[in-house]
């Protein structure tokens, strides 16, 4: 007899369990992660509409726009979202989509790879404490924008990860050209002694 009651107790806490996880946990509303995530998903197409729609309009109004448009959904959702919150949602979808572009820019035409390719030459004067030696790096990996001069007359100085450390004067960029007394590749082999 008890074990009859103990299989009928076990059976209504089974099919309690199975009612509870087929009818009432896929009608709990959605977690705070998932309207964020959603939030996210409506931030990235903001950016692209503010893009494409607000040419006319400069970064600041193009993000408020954004922000006021996001606020919009998170009010529908219910989500109670600061402003600097949702500006901080939009920059990530901006940075995203900088990103995409970035990587879409890179990839090469067909063209473009059976062409050779031109010879860059990067410089680097950051010699070891040993030496006087000035070696100058040769890439085919240069950042965009390397080769323009800035509109204060300026030009970048980059790291080897392609990331601007500061700027020089153009005299002071052809000094430290005109230093150089060693060329080597990527993988550190020398192409060039000049001295």
Known sequence: MDNVIYA???FAVTLGAFLIGKYVCPNIPKTVTDK????SEWAAKFVEWAKEFKKDKTGEEKMAAVVEQL???ADEAGLNV??????AIAQTAYNA????EK??????????LTATPAATVVINTTAPVTTTEKVAIAT????EGATETNADGTVNLYDAAGNITGSVTKEEAEKMAAEVTKIVDEEGNTLANLK
């Open 8 to 10: 009928a107790v076990y």
């Open 36 to 39: 964020l995530g959603e939030l």
């Open 71 to 73: 606020k919009k959904i």
């Open 82 to 87: 600061t402003e600097d919150q949702l500006k």
């Open 97 to 100: 989509m900088k990103a995409g």
């Open 103 to 112: 990587e879409s820019n890179t990839a090469e035409p067909l063209e473009a």
């Open 140 to 143: 085919d990996n240069v950042p």
